[in-house]
């Protein structure tokens, strides 16, 4: 059965974005400030695509007891919302999967998350 919900964290671009700029260096001599407008919305929009992937990696690194069958963003909205998965509702055995307490908030520490609870969020088919 395919998952209808995913829970874990959402993520704006900003936050993403945020994280790309400190964890995923620009090449060797590229300085964004010389680069035209479209150029750096490139660089920015491919720096975003490296940080969706070595994001989760690095989290589920972080904290090896979560779910490890996860290890990925979803898109959530068109504004550019993504939802950091630490389960879904694919199985019963994914859905019950147990959280340890503090790996969720060291996560959400990690990120910045403030307040932020994880939830079940529903996803697109």
């Known amino acids: 059965m395919a998952a209808t919900h995913v829970y874990g964290f ?3 671009r900003e936050l993403i974005e945020r994280w790309a700029m400190q964890h995923c260096p620009l ?3 590229l300085d964004m400030s010389t680069l ?3 150029e750096a919305r490139i660089e920015r929009s491919v720096t975003r695509a490296l940080a ?3 994001l989760p990696m690095t989290i589920y690194r972080e904290f090896p007891r979560l779910p490890s069958e996860w290890y990925r963003l979803v898109l959530m909205d068109d504004y550019g919302r993504y ?3 630490l389960k879904d509702n694919g ?3 994914q859905a019950n999967a147990k959280l340890e307490p503090e790996d969720v908030e060291g996560v959400r520490v990690m990120l ?3 307040t ?3 939830k079940w969020y529903p996803i697109m088919e």
């Open 83 to 85: 939802i950091l998965v």
């Open 27 to 29: 090449p060797e001599g």
């Open 116 to 118: 932020q609870k994880p």
């Open 36 to 38: 035209s407008p479209e």
């Open 112 to 114: 910045e998350l403030e």
């Open 52 to 54: 969706c992937t070595l």
């Open 91 to 93: 199985t019963v055995a």
């Open 10 to 12: 959402i993520l704006c």
